[in-house]
């Protein structure tokens, strides 16, 4: 073959410049002879003379290079006249960029080259690659999909589509969709769908829409509108979830949060919610309310003797009778354990109580079956009326549980009416007693926080724990109304060991938010104190908290000490030995010497409240505090005073050296919520 003439050289070289697809000629050793500035624009480069004597393997992705070097040695041998394939550009900004190419070889300098004419099919290539995906999304989504026309007829859907409706996508085509156009959605469409879609392009929320099988189900929709080149709307694309799981998991949640899970029935706090605007809506219409309150006789025994499961179903079986003598607008609810309250409202009469109670009662005496066993049970009633016999939850509740304890006393199986001769003092210690008995396993205790601080420089050194009962028919009750009848019939034993667990529980979560709040106190009562169990308690409440023992102080009031002296300096040292501290509680009540002290191992000592009220008016209180303080230090003993009300009595105990104080003029005991707050904004100071 003649050789090209130079000016047909020439030409084919302006061609190739004015190209619009990108040339390149190769060596057979990989390098560039030649590239135009098509080729060099496709590659990030301003002209194709930069790209000469570059190797082709610098501007191909690596992991197409096995491909072009395939196609290259087919044509070096022969193999191959011309190629066409794809593969990617890596341009100068390390991108990468698709193009096909068309691969031939003319002959250089005695030996072969390799011409390339490579078109940009970049854009093409990623939106196949698009349209590809956006099949794979729709075909397996588990969102129902589908598409309309401006009018709402389908022209696509998903076979989420067809899984959530029923509906094939050649029986749905061409339909109007129900969704979103039928009488489901009709609701939306008034309260401005449309208007939505054309101002906004979208909308979504929740419709009605009948699957094949005629059923109802909430759809969670969301639909979006499709604009052609004019900017009218010329589609509608929706996106829908079948929301009945969601929807029954959210009324079950509701349902759970307000029932009693055992029996069905309405729980406790839903029961005073209810009562609360049963009670102000009577108010408004000036009508009566009655007030049963339930309690299953010898249920402890069922319990006790066939074991928890048996006791569950009777309570259940129980519960249904009591329901089936009931209207249903009348309010029934599991007030706990085997008690149960009534409400009946719309002014009944007297002697339409008496009936109602009695029907319950005689429901309950019916023998019930359980796992094969007959059982006999009876149930007490004790009434309360609005508002005779009170005007809140809280009283009327307490008032039908007196009226109950009356007709147990009675010998039980027996309805009682409340009245005022009944709630005196020995009564309300042996209701108080029976709820005491309850309280723990019901979790209504609650432990509240008094900051210690430092009578020198104001900086926080403790919190005492002080317990609180949350009872279910008084509110918030002090432990002075319950911590003497808890001592008297022993309850005090596992109560205090729950405080103990819960207070270094407490301890230990602070520390861990890097709370420095010194140490927690806990009191220990008399009772508690010469139980054996003690130490085996502390250690248990140290070592399940994790709470370092030397941050847990141990309150023992002097009195407890005294009852024993000598068994308590062996006990003393023991609880010292885990590595807690110890303080003498209400010191200067107890009778014990000064002199004495130094045979106990103790670290503090708690002025009582009775002397700091005197301070500093009181010349004798004046004294014996001085006196306190003196001996403590010099048997190296911290003194704490309590009960700090004034700013007198404050200057005075750090005059006297007192080293800490508490009480209600540094802050009231707080919950553990409020205490955390109290020593972030009061940067662990007191402010006097
Ligand atoms: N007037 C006055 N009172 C102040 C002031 N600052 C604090 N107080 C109150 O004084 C009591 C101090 O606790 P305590 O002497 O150990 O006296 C305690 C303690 O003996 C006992 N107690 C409290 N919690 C527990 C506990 O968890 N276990 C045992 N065994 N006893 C507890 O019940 C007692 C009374 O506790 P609370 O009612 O919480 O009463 C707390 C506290 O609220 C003040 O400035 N003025």
Same mark, same amino acid.
């Given at each position: ?174 339909? !109007? *969709?129900?969704? &979103?156009?039928?009488?489901?959605? @009709?609701? +939306? ?5 449309? $208007?939505? %879609? #054309? ?68 729980? !406790? *706090?839903?029961? &005073?919610?209810?009562?609360?605007? @049963?009670? +102000? ?5 000036? $009508?009566? %309310? #009655? ?398």
């Amino acid at each position: 073959m003649p050789a090209p003439s130079a000016e047909l050289e020439r030409n084919l070289r302006h061609f190739s410049e004015q190209s619009l697809v990108g040339v390149y000629v190769l060596r057979n050793d990989g390098t560039v002879l030649h590239a135009n500035d098509k080729m060099a624009a496709m590659l990030g480069y301003q002209r194709g003379a930069e790209l000469v004597g570059m190797p082709v393997a610098s501007l191909t992705a690596p992991e197409d290079l096995s491909l072009l070097q395939e196609n290259m040695q087919s044509r070096l041998q022969g193999d191959a006249g011309t190629v066409q394939y794809s593969y990617r550009i890596l341009r100068r900004d390390g991108t990468r960029h698709w193009v096909e190419v068309h691969g031939s070889v003319c002959p250089h300098e005695g030996g072969t080259a390799l011409v390339e004419t490579a078109l940009d099919v970049n854009k093409q290539v990623q939106s196949e690659w698009q349209s590809r995906m956006a099949d794979r999304v729709f075909e397996s989504t588990s969102e129902g999909i589908l598409i309309t026309d401006a009018e709402f007829r389908i022209l696509a859907v998903n076979p989420a589509f067809t899984r959530i409706t029923g509906y094939r996508p050649e029986e749905a085509m061409d339909k !109007r *969709s129900r969704m &979103m156009t039928g009488p489901g959605a @009709q609701a +939306e469409i008034n309260r401005g769908m449309l $208007e939505r %879609l #054309a101002r906004d392009g979208h909308w979504q929320g929740e419709m009605k829409d009948r699957r094949k099988d005629g059923s109802w189900y909430p759809a969670w929709l969301s639909i979006s509108a499709i604009r052609d080149n004019r900017g009218g709307i010329s589609n509608y694309v929706g996106v829908f979830t079948d929301n009945t799981i969601r929807k029954e998991a959210e009324t079950k949640l509701a349902f759970l949060a307000d029932h009693d899970s055992l029996t069905g029935l309405r729980n !406790r *706090s839903s029961l &005073m919610r209810i009562f609360a605007q @049963q009670i +102000e809506a009577a108010q408004a219409a000036g $009508e009566t %309310l #009655a007030l049963f309150f339930v309690d299953l006789d010898r249920f402890k025994t069922v319990n006790d003797t066939l074991g928890h499961h048996a006791g569950d179903q009777l309570l259940v079986a129980a519960a249904e009778r009591l329901r089936e003598q009931l209207r249903p607008d009348d309010v029934l609810a599991r007030f706990g354990g085997d008690e149960f309250v009534v409400v009946l409202g719309g002014s009944p009469p007297q002697a339409m109580i008496a009936a109602i109670a009695q029907r319950l009662i005689n429901s309950i005496l019916q023998p019930f079956t359980i796992n094969g066993h007959e059982m006999f049970i009876s149930a007490s009633i004790g009434s309360a009326a609005y508002p005779e016999h009170g005007e809140d939850a809280i009283t009327l509740l307490k008032n039908a549980d007196i009226a109950m304890y009356h007709a147990k006393d009675r010998g039980k199986n027996a309805f009682q009416l409340f009245n005022k001769e009944m709630s005196n003092h020995a009564l309300e210690q042996m209701l108080l007693e029976n709820s005491l008995r309850h309280a723990i396993e019901r979790k209504e205790f609650e432990l509240y926080y008094q900051p210690q601080f430092s009578a020198q420089d104001g900086a926080i050194c403790g919190a005492e724990a002080l317990i609180r009962w949350r009872h279910p028919t008084r509110g918030l009750v002090t432990p002075g109304m319950f911590i003497t009848l808890a001592e008297q019939t022993g309850l005090i034993v596992p109560l205090g060991a729950w405080v103990l667990r819960e207070a270094c529980r407490q301890g230990k979560a602070w520390l861990d938010r890097g709370y420095q709040f010194g140490r927690i106190a806990v009191n220990l009562s008399p009772r508690q104190f010469s139980s054996d169990d003690l130490l085996a308690t502390i250690d248990n409440a140290l070592d399940q908290s994790g709470l370092p023992s030397a941050m847990l102080e141990l309150e023992i009031t002097e009195g407890a000490i005294m009852q024993n002296p000598q068994e308590a300096v062996v006990l003393l040292q023991r609880m010292r030995e885990l590595g807690v501290t110890i303080s003498v509680d209400d010191f200067g009540t107890g009778y014990s010497s000064l002199a004495s002290l130094k045979q106990y191992p103790l670290d503090t000592l708690k002025i009582d409240r009775s002397f700091v009220k005197g301070i500093p008016a009181d010349a004798d209180d004046v004294a014996i505090t001085e006196a306190i303080v003196a001996i403590a230090h010099k048997l190296h003993l911290k003194v704490v005073a309590e009960g700090v009300e004034s700013q007198e009595q404050h200057d005075f105990l750090r005059a006297a050296g007192c080293d800490m104080v508490q009480g209600y003029l540094h802050s009231q005991p707080l919950t553990a919520s409020e205490i955390e707050q109290h020593w972030y904004l009061g940067g662990a100071q007191a402010e006097t």
